[in-house]
């Protein structure tokens, strides 16, 4: 899926809640040479569900937000978050049932920004 969207012309950023340790190996993992980007939140000193995050990601890749989507698994209210700061969230089902499952009982009725859709595979 990265590689097609790659292969569309398309700029691609992480945005991850996350310690020093855990970005420790980025640079050797597979996954990096398809982001133009990374936004790491021990980098940043904010994190998602924090606009600032999501403003840094913007600005790095030089997108306003109705031109960005964010594709999210749901966890740390990072839709939601998405969602205040303009973007248009995408919510990943495809990859772990347990998450998709529960994201519905995880955010509180107040927390919601907007409609989040649902991508139940790495095709949708």
Request: hydrophobic fraction near 45%.
């Amino acid at each position: 899926m990265l590689a097609r969207l790659k292969g569309m012309g398309l700029k691609l950023c992480l945005v991850s809640n996350c310690s020093e340790e855990d970005v420790a190996g980025w640079e050797d993992c597979g996954l990096a040479p398809f982001f133009d980007e990374v936004v790491f939140s021990c980098a940043v000193a904010a994190a998602k569900p924090d606009p600032v995050i999501y403003r840094i990601a913007l600005e790095r890749v030089g997108a306003a937000p109705g031109q960005a989507v964010f594709v999210g698994d749901g966890g740390s209210l990072e839709l939601e978050g998405a969602a205040r700061v303009g973007l248009r969230p995408l919510h990943a089902c495809w990859y772990n049932r347990t998450i998709a499952s529960e994201y519905p009982k995880m955010h509180r009725p107040e927390d919601a920004a907007a409609a989040v859709e649902r991508m139940r595979t790495g095709e949708d």
